[in-house]
């Protein structure tokens, strides 16, 4: 089939490569336009994009997909099918109605369940068991299309938001490409989803990453684990913002909410159940370090705590 593939971000390009290197045609990409980066705010390409012309396919980068140049040159280009993977932009009915099998979505989780934006975050930060990624027919509303084909995993103790979003990526690949297969062959059957079960997903916010120490340490370890590494999980140390990259639940006597407690080698945080340990931090204006290094070199106080 002549395919269209659409993404931007660092997690859709596994499938980009597996599109590419299959029997189909990928004709064109499109993702989204070049963004600042860096502190000089220089234009940047997308992941996507940068794979693309290393591919040497074409690439549109439309401000929104309803621009009429964009959709004049998409309709020139006949792709059977649009596959897509976290592209960033909604794709009005015009744009849907263009390739004979549709848009076809890669999405990281197992809808009905978290639809939008966030669905590897929020599984995380529900405490979700497992979670998966499903291939489905893009319709006008919110992830709420037809489901081709779906994979099932469990969430490790210790996984990061970007790391179950990593093996999703590179797992989801085989899975949308067998879709085209299964579209280009006539095969391919579309389950409708169930009408019950549905949750939402929305955009993590820096308020949200926001750590509340009166929460059990499960719960705190679910929230930086969630948002790491975006929007980052944070408290405040002495007035300043303060990241936490990496943590554990650690048992041992309970502290207050938010109190430190460290020795030599670990550092603990009071939470309102069992203390947590803190693994890899970052205070404001400095680099990733251990979070034992970061307790020798502060002199922290007795009783003193992260958070207001």
């Not at 599109?19 to 000089?40: C, I, K, M, W």
């Not at 497992?130 to 103790?157: K, N, S």
């Not at 204006?285 to 009783?303: H, Y």
Request: hydrophobic residues 45%; negative net charge; proline residues 8%.
């Amino acid at each position: 089939m002549r395919l269209v593939f659409a993404g931007t971000p660092e997690v859709a390009v596994p499938s980009l490569n597996a599109l590419a290197a299959s029997g189909h045609e990928v004709v064109a990409v499109v993702t989204r336009p070049d963004a600042p980066a860096g502190r000089g705010k220089r234009l940047v390409a997308s992941p996507v994009a940068q794979r693309a012309e290393e591919l040497g396919i074409e690439v549109l980068k439309p401000g929104h997909p309803r621009e009429a140049d964009f959709q004049q040159r998409l309709a020139a280009l006949e792709p059977d099918c649009c596959p897509v993977v976290a592209y960033g932009a909604i794709l009005p009915s015009a744009v849907l109605e263009i390739p004979r099998h549709g848009w076809v979505n890669l999405h990281f989780s197992l809808l009905p369940r978290w639809r939008g934006a966030a669905p590897v975050q929020r599984a995380i930060m529900a405490g979700d068991a497992e979670t998966g990624a499903c291939v489905f027919d893009i319709v006008p509303e919110l992830d709420a299309g037809d489901v081709y084909a779906e994979l099932r995993t469990p969430i490790a103790a210790n996984e990061t938001a970007g790391d179950l979003l990593t093996r999703l990526a590179d797992e989801g690949a085989g899975l949308l490409t067998g879709v085209m297969d299964e579209l280009a062959a006539g095969t391919a059957v579309a389950t409708p989803q169930p009408a019950e079960g549905v949750t939402v997903a929305p955009k993590l916010t820096v308020a949200e990453a926001e750590v509340n120490w009166a929460a059990t340490d499960e719960e705190v370890d679910r929230r930086i684990r969630g948002c790491t590494p975006a929007p980052g999980a944070w408290t405040t140390f002495r007035g300043e913002r303060f990241k936490i990259l990496r943590a554990h639940p650690a048992g041992g006597a309970p502290l207050d909410p938010g109190v430190i407690n460290a020795a030599k080698q670990w550092l603990q945080v009071g939470t309102g159940s069992r203390p947590l340990e803190l693994d890899v931090v970052q205070p404001f204006g400095k680099k990733a370090m251990k979070a034992a290094d970061w307790a020798r070199g502060v002199e922290l106080a007795p009783g003193e705590r992260f958070g207001a």
